[in-house]
């Protein structure tokens, strides 16, 4: 009996697998094809007159970040935009840190649509559109609400404050909503800022840093974002763009009910998820509700992923912190999938109920699941002697030699179009030369068989605390990027 159940778990996990990675394979070649032969040049012709972009930047503890991300956001190559800044009732030296980095000047904030944690004060940057809010502490999303009440933009763009956006990012990202009626929301490439330095608002000296844990999130934004998110992108199923930069319509903000936190009580977030609620992973959840909300009123919807939008993110550099943002991820979305369930399979929401939900919960929530128990299975099946040894190491042989194709040919084919498209998304690979690259390679075959199973650990976890309903945020520590300019100062101060 034990046998014959044993064959039928090998034959459903077999079938999980293989369907696993039919669509991991489909996904890289679309999204390889793209970039060799469906990505032209883009020139940036579109008029941008009239489309202002209010970029929002939360600060909750950002000391040692928050100078270098508005030290660059002011050199954007954008016409009309202006920076919102929300101390989010921070502990630590930020708020002092922006009040000695400008002159301000009080300025009188109008009444909002979103609820949001008391506003203390605001101030102005004088001569320039640069608003810096000062609120009691009610989270990222909260923050995220108070700025939208204060824009004045057409566009709402979120920046995390550990992040530094390329020059050209504004105008790339902002580019869908000219190009395509219906588009909820765009983002771009998403890059490892450690260890770079910025001289005159560019990247430079972006070499391989030598933590070996940067260098597999390095592995893992090149994958998931230059892949995934762009074939999801394409079939029309993105479910989720990173909450360190994406622009929406701050219309479609507002209708929706805006980010979800504790106090927001906003009729249209009430419907859809009840009063009260609050997810650690704000980012995917208001994604999935534009989805939502623009079909259920019949209206054409797309999610935009722009490689050449690339923004550089601070990630965490040891075990500690990025076990627990990965938790963090993975209990915010089983939030999302289990709050909107009702798309799952759903064709009223197209490729996004069909394909994209169903993905997300199958092959992204439940996968650290179905890894443990085949791992269960095998050691079972081992003990019984129904294991063959010289299948299983064909199997590992193969899982290396797939590894090292898909990481060495992407990199390849990103570094070719990249060159074509602008310097940015080269840079972004974060390899100079030959050695690099193979270091990288190296590290991505070693972390099959090393951080695929911390991954796990850390995905368990967050399915640990979906269930149990926790909302830590568990806010790593900053080292901040090395800037190199002449002041700090802006010409009024």
């Known amino acids: 009996m034990l046998v014959l159940i044993l064959r039928v778990i090998e034959k459903l996990l077999i079938i999980y697998f293989g369907v696993y990675l039919l669509v991991d394979l489909l996904m890289y070649a679309y999204a390889s094809g793209v970039f060799l032969f469906g990505r032209k040049r883009r ?46 009732g921070s502990t630590d030296g930020t708020m002092d840190r922006l009040m000695s980095l400008y002159d301000w000047e009080p300025y009188r904030l109008a009444p909002g649509e979103l609820p949001v944690r008391p506003v203390r004060a605001a101030w102005k940057m004088p001569g320039r559109p640069v608003i810096l809010i000062d609120k009691a502490n009610g989270g990222k999303a909260d923050a995220i609400n108070a700025g939208i009440n204060a824009a ?103 209708e929706a009910g805006g980010f979800m936190s504790a106090v927001n009580n906003h009729p249209a977030l009430v419907r859809y998820v009840g009063e009260g609620k609050q997810t650690v992973c704000e980012d995917m959840e208001i994604v999935v509700r534009l ?15 722009v490689p050449e939008a690339v923004c550089w ?75 063959n040894t010289g299948w299983l190491l064909l199997l590992l042989a193969g899982i290396i030699l797939l590894t090292a194709f898909v990481m060495a040919s992407v990199t390849v084919i990103i570094e070719h179009w990249s060159r074509k498209a602008q310097n940015a998304g080269r840079e972004a690979l974060r390899y100079k030369t030959f050695g690099d690259w193979l270091q990288l390679i190296g590290a991505g ?43 700090v100062k802006t010409e009024s101060g």
């Open 43 to 88: 020139k940036n012709d579109f008029s941008y007159e009239d489309q202002r972009v209010s970029i929002i930047v939360p600060a909750y503890n950002e000391e040692v970040s928050i100078e270098a991300c508005l030290h660059t956001m002011q050199g954007l190559d954008y016409p009309d935009y202006e920076i919102i800044v929300v101390n989010d």
């Open 152 to 254: 004045t933009g057409k566009y709402i763009c979120t920046v995390d404050a550990d992040s530094v956006l390329d020059r050209d990012a504004l105008r790339h990202a902002v580019r869908p909503f000219l190009e395509r009626e219906g588009t909820i929301v765009s983002g771009g490439q998403l890059a490892v800022l450690n260890g770079v330095e910025i001289r005159d608002n560019r990247i430079v000296n972006a070499r391989v840093p030598r933590n070996l844990w940067v260098q597999w999130q390095i592995i893992e934004y090149i994958k998931s974002f230059l892949i995934s998110r762009m074939a999801f992108s394409r079939i029309n199923a993105l479910l989720i763009m990173s909450g360190a930069f994406s622009v929406f319509r701050r219309r479609d903000l507002l």
């Open 291 to 305: 989805w939502r909300h623009a079909r259920d009123r019949k209206r054409k919807a797309h999610a935009a992923f």
């Open 313 to 387: 993110t601070e990630v965490p550099d040891n075990p500690r912190f990025l076990f627990k943002q990965r938790a963090r991820w993975h209990q915010g979305l089983g939030e999302t999938l289990k709050w909107h369930r009702a798309m799952i399979f759903d064709p009223r929401y197209g490729a996004t109920g069909l394909i994209g939900m169903p993905y997300y919960l199958f092959f992204e929530f439940l996968s650290p699941v179905v890894k443990v128990l085949t791992l269960v299975f095998l050691v079972v099946a081992s003990v019984q002697g129904l294991v």
């Open 445 to 487: 075959i070693l972390s099959e068989f090393t951080y695929a199973f911390f991954r796990i650990a850390a995905q368990l976890n967050g399915i640990y605390r979906f269930l149990r309903k926790r909302h830590e945020w568990n806010k790593f520590a900053r080292r901040g990027v090395h800037i190199q300019k002449e002041k």
